[in-house]
């Protein structure tokens, strides 16, 4: 499943969480369900995210954590 189809879906389902917290939430059901996604996809997923839920000077550590959390250990 797309990424963005996934963050789309955690958005609608959960109507309170923030933009930040829902794609976190998809990236890990998908990590959980063996798929991963390249930083690429991930960087362009973000781009939905509203840049009222980070700081100005925090997207490179929150891009950062969302890699983390789609990674196989």
């Known amino acids: 499943m797309k990424l963005k189809t996934r963050y789309e879906r955690m958005k609608k ?7 930040t917290n829902c ?3 998809a990236l890990g059901e998908a990590t959980n369900e063996g798929q991963f996604y390249s930083k690429g996809t991930i960087v362009r997923a973000f781009k939905c995210v ?4 980070y700081g100005e000077y925090d997207r490179d550590a929150v891009l950062e954590s969302l890699y983390r959390l789609n990674i196989k250990i």
Do not use: C, G, P, R
């Open 13 to 19: 389902e959960n109507e309170y969480w923030s933009d």
């Open 23 to 25: 794609l976190a939430n």
């Open 50 to 53: 509203d840049k009222d839920d």
